[in-house]
């Protein structure tokens, strides 16, 4: 809950902007792994990680539409 408040999300709107920007700071570190010479496991272990934060990502949305703005 303090890392909330260092966002300052205070709306829905707050909260939607803050699951865009990582859906996309997301998407970005994908395809820096993607296009980098790190070992298969690394990268198979990153690319997992990812996911998990897409799904988190996701349930975060879903969770932020229902709020009203």
Partial sequence: MSQVEVLKIKT??????????LELANTRIRLIVGQTNLDEEVRKALLAHSAMIDMRLG?????ASILKS
């Fill in 12 to 21: 829905a709107d707050d909260a939607r902007q803050a699951i865009f920007l």
């Fill in 59 to 63: 349930a975060a949305r879903r969770d």
